[in-house]
């Protein structure tokens, strides 16, 4: 679980002394400017008068356990601020964020627990001023230790009917005390009418990972019952438009979930043999409404489940959606496409799977020569590419052939690939990058280096991959030329990655000249990097001693190197100073 920010952990230990003091107040003068510090740091957090904050709720919710002792100060403006931030941050909390959250209040650290003393001495009656105004905080205490405050917390949650309180009665499904799971049970059944039923399908993920957590028999006995209720409601015919609705949501997850559940419904319709399309008309599920909001959808997993609602077209829509789908971003869901393709359009085959033999993916690239090799039909792929890039196609024709090139060809189409290293377009020169460090890796280092020391990002990291798979690492010096001469960030980062892969002594020594950069994720990088090498040298280099030269090269890159570093890697710096020539 993340750590809360810089400035808010100032503000929590400016606030400290509260929960030290007897009484909560303090009168001396020092804590006193103290805690008005400390709270100034902390209305700082708040951007707005409705429970907003400058704070992300993605990865700042690890603030809460920090916060919620100072909800129950007796001065008024810090205990509301802290409200504040809490209420704000629990507003658009992940359901996996929020089981985590519930984990760390139970578990914690021995300083989170001693920090928590107060809260977990407290009775649910001590927030009774923040009923109205600050719901969300309330239902922060249905995660409390104590079984009598989280049983005041579900009749607290009960009465509430906006939908916030749904995944904190969920999570108390699972209550190690049957009484309080009891109740979250009746209180959910209750909820399990038409019109709030939408809240249940924006918790859908929280449903699914609740259903996977063990508590013990009682607890699990009774979730099980109530997951498997819910899941039925929502699946009935009359609730399918929730279903459909949720697939435009604006969470992967309740997306995802929505797509799992509607290929239940799919599957539990078609049960029982023929007569497939009545079925599904009865069940009221029309795959094209499926189809038609997956494929605006961005995650690529929930696009893949395209496939499984594709069958329920007719031939004619499938092989169009096929082909839509071939055209896709993502490689997986183009290699499912060609697959089902050459399935049910056998007459276009040839046609197909030349266009896979020239996908930019090297996964369609095989699955197409495989299913080739499959059909007997003889295909000399090494010719086939060379005769493509021969007929002066598109350079997204050449790109593919290229790439399929290196991974079919040999030696003799060396002479081939370099001509295309001129090329005006990035992603030509970039395969034939790739495909000469496949085909002949040895010979041609100094083109390699050229294209490392390239504007385009993705040249010079194809680049800095070849060099680094090389059967002999390049000359550390020319690349350190490199690194001091260009002004590029990522040259300056790829030849950073290849300094790390040098042999030992070269290594730390051209790390450390890396770390006078001015740039400082670059040096942020090499001083990550010198740390590394300490920490390694000290087990598994102890002896491995330098050379001469080595020697000469690593005294300089110390005297030139301004980082202060850790007093562990500094006396592993001066240890090696001070070692014997390896031939001595």
């Known amino acids: 679980m993340k750590q809360p920010t810089a400035k808010a952990k100032k503000a929590i230990d400016a606030l400290q002394i509260l929960l030290v003091a007897k009484d909560g107040t303090v009168k001396n003068e020092l804590p006193q400017q103290q805690i008005e510090t400390g709270l100034e740091l902390l209305q700082s957090l708040v951007a707005g008068p409705e429970n907003t904050t400058k704070l992300r709720p993605d990865n700042q919710f690890a603030i809460i356990p920090f916060l919620l002792p100072f909800t129950l100060a007796p001065q008024k403006i810090i205990a509301e601020t802290a409200a504040s931030i809490v209420e704000g941050q629990l507003k658009n909390i992940s359901s996996l964020h929020l089981l985590q959250l519930q984990d760390r209040l139970r578990g914690g650290t021995w300083n989170l627990t001693a920090h928590l003393s107060k809260w977990n001495a407290m009775k649910f009656t001590h927030l ?249 039909n003889g295909v000399d792929f090494r010719q086939f590419y060379l005769d493509k890039l021969q007929s002066k196609p598109s350079a997204k024709i050449i790109a593919s052939a290229l790439a399929g090139l290196g991974e079919v060809g040999d030696k003799e189409d060396v002479e081939v690939l370099l001509k295309f290293f001129e090329h005006p377009q990035v992603a030509v020169r970039r395969f034939a990058t790739l495909a000469l460090g496949k085909l002949s890796p040895e010979d041609h280092d100094d083109i390699f280096l050229q294209m490392l020391n390239q504007p385009s990002v993705g040249l010079s990291r194809a680049a800095a991959c070849v060099i680094s798979g090389l059967p002999e690492p390049v000359d550390g010096e020319v690349l350190f030329q490199i690194f001091e001469q260009t002004d590029w960030k990522h040259v300056k980062l790829n030849a950073l990655r290849l300094f790390n892969s040098l042999p030992k002594w070269e290594r730390i020594s051209y790390l450390l000249m890396a770390t006078t950069s001015k740039q400082s994720e670059v040096k942020k990088m090499a001083v990550a990097y010198v740390e590394s090498w300490g920490q390694r040298y000290r087990t598994t280099f102890q002896f491995s001693l330098p050379g001469a030269e080595q020697q000469k090269i690593f005294q300089t890159a110390c005297a030139q190197t301004d980082y202060n570093f850790t007093p562990q890697v500094r006396e592993t710096l001066k240890t090696c100073l001070a070692l014997p020539l390896a031939n001595s």
């Open 128 to 376: 009774s001023h923040f009923f109205q105004t600050n719901p969300l905080l309330v239902a922060m205490t249905s995660f409390h230790h104590n079984g009598y405050v989280r049983e005041a917390a579900v009749n607290y949650l009960n009465a509430q009917q906006s939908g916030v309180e749904l995944p904190y009665l969920l999570i108390r499904l699972t209550d190690w005390v049957p009484q309080v799971s009891e109740q979250a049970k009746t209180a959910l059944k209750s909820r399990l009418q038409k019109d709030y039923l939408h809240h249940f399908v924006e918790n859908l993920l929280l449903i699914e990972l609740l259903s996977k957590k063990k508590r013990g028999s009682a607890p699990e006995a009774i979730a099980s019952t109530v997951i498997a209720k819910i899941h039925e409601v929502i699946k009935e015919p009359e609730n399918r438009p929730l279903l459909l609705k949720g697939l435009t949501a604006p969470t992967w997850e309740t997306r995802r979930m929505c797509l799992k559940l509607l290929k239940i419904v799919r599957a539990e319709a078609l049960e029982g043999g023929a007569d497939a399309e009545n079925k599904l008309e009865k069940a009221r599920f029309d795959a094209r409404q499926v189809i038609e909001a997956v494929l605006a959808e961005k995650d690529v997993t929930n696009r893949l489940l395209i496939f499984d609602f594709a069958a329920d077209l007719a031939v004619d829509e499938q092989i169009a959606l096929m082909v839509r789908l071939g055209k896709d971003t993502a490689p997986s869901i183009r290699r499912n496409a060609l697959e089902i393709l050459c399935r049910i359009d056998s007459q276009s085959n040839a046609k197909n799977l030349e266009r896979g033999l020239l996908d930019r993916s090297p996964l369609v690239r095989e699955f197409a020569r495989f299913k080739l090799i499959q059909a007997g």
